[in-house]
């Protein structure tokens, strides 16, 4: 009985580390594909790591969503439009087009 205990916690561990997530993969600053950068994401890569209320005065031509954290949002992609998100601490952690 004890081995298959430990077989099964060595597979519940297994299966949780694969589902786990480092913050050094990028997720903080992703490069932004210039063939799949629609909405102009690119020029706005600095804001990555800002608080959200640095977007307050600035001033935008295309469409703009800011998503602060655990917010909802429709389910529409618009390429066109461009998608700051924000973590738990009020930053923004991704700038993309969506």
Same mark, same amino acid.
């Given at each position: 009985?004890?081995?298959?205990?430990?077989?099964?916690?060595?597979?519940?561990? +297994?299966?949780?580390?694969?589902?786990? *997530?480092?913050?050094?993969?990028?997720?903080? #600053?992703?490069? @932004?594909?210039? &063939?799949?950068?629609?909405?102009?994401?690119?020029?706005?890569?600095?804001?990555?790591?800002?608080?959200?209320?640095? +977007?307050?005065?600035?001033?935008?031509? *295309?469409?703009?969503?800011?998503?602060?954290? #655990?917010?909802? @949002?429709?389910? &529409?992609?618009?390429?066109?439009?461009?998608?700051?998100?924000?973590?738990?601490?009020?930053?923004?952690?991704?700038?993309?087009?969506?």
């Amino acid at each position: 009985m004890k081995f298959y205990g430990k077989t099964l916690m060595l597979a519940a561990l +297994l299966a949780l580390s694969a589902c786990s *997530s480092s913050p050094d993969q990028g997720a903080a #600053n992703p490069t @932004v594909d210039a &063939d799949s950068d629609t909405c102009g994401a690119a020029q706005y890569q600095n804001y990555v790591g800002k608080p959200m209320s640095s +977007l307050e005065g600035v001033r935008i031509e *295309s469409q703009v969503r800011a998503i602060p954290y #655990n917010s909802a @949002v429709t389910m &529409d992609f618009n390429l066109r439009r461009l998608n700051f998100l924000g973590d738990s601490e009020d930053k923004i952690i991704r700038v993309y087009c969506g």
